[in-house]
């Protein structure tokens, strides 16, 4: 049973579309998170989610909308879609604010914008 | 602000080779510090984890001890196998505010038979 599943895995769209990737946590954690990964594998959060409610927003465009209907689902949507969105996006969920609390990704959704 | 440095790959060992990457940090305060491994096509995942000076982390093989009077969580593995071909992620987490995980770039392990 996948702990951090995200939709779709794989992503190829046009430069102006917009799209969503979805992602849900079968772990019972009250925290979720959206990280950026770049072609040189360099990892970026983006925004983090407790309990629904927003905590983190990095310098992320406002094409960038995370939405959060419940603890236990984190969508990403993407305005008019650009060349430099190009990226894995990955998932994350972890329980609590603790420090100690390990982080647990999905296996990613590869977005490739043309 | 909170950072975390480590050595730039890729780094290629032949099978049975002793393994080291290296990470320090900057940080206030008592982070946690965790190494993540990501295999091809695939997320994240925990390696292993250390919440307090002086712990040592291990997890299949692989060890790591904070050490903070030298501020480092250095990776070591004594004998590499094939299959631990992946990239390797220092991260850091701070005690209280723990949403923001700050990750090292990453670094890939190449072994060969």
């Known amino acids: 049973d996948t702990a951090v599943s995200q939709t779709p895995k794989y992503l190829v769209t046009q430069m102006g579309n917009d799209k969503s990737i979805k992602c849900e946590q079968n772990l019972g954690h009250d925290t979720m998170y959206w990280y950026k990964q770049d072609s040189k594998k360099f990892l970026k959060i983006m925004f983090s989610?407790?309990?629904?409610?927003?905590?983190i927003n990095e310098t992320v465009p406002n094409r960038f909308s995370p939405k959060s209907p419940d603890k236990a689902h984190l969508n990403l949507h993407i305005n008019s879609l650009e060349l430099g969105d190009s990226a894995v996006y990955f998932c994350?969920?972890?329980?609590?604010?603790?420090?100690?609390?390990?982080?647990?990704f999905g296996n990613g959704t590869r977005l490739t914008v043309t | 602000g909170n950072s975390v440095t480590q050595m730039e790959g890729p780094v290629t060992l032949s099978e049975e080779a002793f393994l080291t990457i290296n990470c320090t940090y900057t940080?206030?305060?008592?982070?946690?510090l965790f190494w993540y491994v990501q295999y091809p096509g695939e997320g994240l995942q925990l390696l292993l984890k250390?919440?307090?000076?002086?712990d040592k982390g291990s997890n299949k093989g692989f060890e790591a001890t904070y050490r903070k009077e030298t501020t480092s969580f250095h990776l070591e593995k004594g004998s590499v196998q094939v299959s631990d071909s992946a990239v390797y992620f220092c991260?850091?987490?701070?005690?209280?505010?723990?949403?923001?995980?700050?990750f090292g770039a990453g670094t890939r392990l190449f072994v060969k038979a």
């Open positions: 994350a969920s972890s329980q609590g604010d603790r420090g100690n609390s390990p982080l647990h």
């Open positions: 989610y407790n309990n629904k409610e927003l905590i």
């Open positions: 991260a850091l987490s701070p005690y209280t505010g723990g949403f923001k995980t700050i």
């Open positions: 940080a206030t305060g008592y982070p946690s």
């Open positions: 250390a919440t307090k000076a002086d």
